[in-house]
């Protein structure tokens, strides 16, 4: 069965500080998909990226850059420069298109808290 | 705005009712899913409709059940409500079956409060 893990309960950091949210996964399909979410404190989920197992270039976007490395089963988030906005609770998430099973949709991580000091 | 809609925003019930929470997916979008999101629990996926067939069931109780309309929408009917029901519940949709390829868009949310 798929699994996220976030070791990363909180994070805090003082603005302009270089941060990275660790995601960790286990699966046992060869073709999955990796995501990550933010939450702000006002609630709503927001998409960040989408990265699928045959994928492992890093992307960058803006201050936001992501390092999925299939030998370690990792997929960490880093922001660069830091700023009180980016405070929220973000989520990474698996899913397996071919697990078949009958149950789908995204596995979430427990999140990471992440406190941008000013 | 994401697309997706989802009402009410918050509600508060007693242990015991019946409360029904409404999704309307982004438009062009044929598939439906519903999650919790607990303290406890964390976020759990429920259960998927596309174009008005149940596709997928995840952690979903007996106690709850779901459909999808003709117009798309789709509600999450949660049943003799214990306290341990109170969470966020959200709704997303996606633009194709392969839904993990193209990703979700998820509402705002509705917050339930069991009291």
């Known amino acids: 069965a798929q699994k996220v893990t976030q070791a990363q309960t909180e994070i805090s950091v003082v603005e302009k500080e270089d941060v990275t949210l660790d995601c960790v996964y286990e699966?046992?399909?060869?073709?999955?998909?990796l995501f990550w979410y933010k939450q702000p404190p006002s609630g709503e989920l927001v998409f960040l990226i989408r990265r699928n197992s045959f994928d492992e270039q890093n992307e960058i976007s803006g201050r936001y850059s992501w390092n999925f490395q299939k030998s370690t089963s990792s997929f960490n988030f880093t922001i660069t420069a830091s700023q009180v906005v980016d405070s929220a609770v973000y989520f990474c998430?698996?899913?397996?298109?071919?697990?078949?099973?009958?149950?789908?949709?995204?596995?979430f991580g427990k999140g990471t808290h992440l406190i941008i000091q000013p | 705005d994401s697309g997706v809609t989802q009402t009410p925003k918050h509600l508060i019930t007693a242990t015991g009712q019946r409360v029904t929470l409404r999704c309307s997916p982004r438009s062009g979008d044929l598939s439906v899913y519903w999650y919790q999101q607990s303290l406890d629990q964390g976020l759990q996926f429920l259960i998927q409709y596309y174009n008005g067939e149940e596709r997928a069931k995840g952690n979903i109780l007996e106690r709850f059940s779901a459909q999808q309309f003709p117009d798309l929408h789709s509600e999450l009917n949660l049943s003799s409500l214990e306290l341990g029901d109170s969470a966020l519940y959200f709704c997303a949709s996606s633009a194709a079956h392969d839904r993990h390829a193209y990703g979700y868009t998820f509402g705002s949310g509705t917050r339930l409060t069991v009291v």
């Open positions: 699966t046992r399909d060869t073709t999955y998909y």
């Open positions: 998430a698996l899913s397996e298109p071919y697990s078949g099973g009958g149950a789908d949709g995204l596995t």
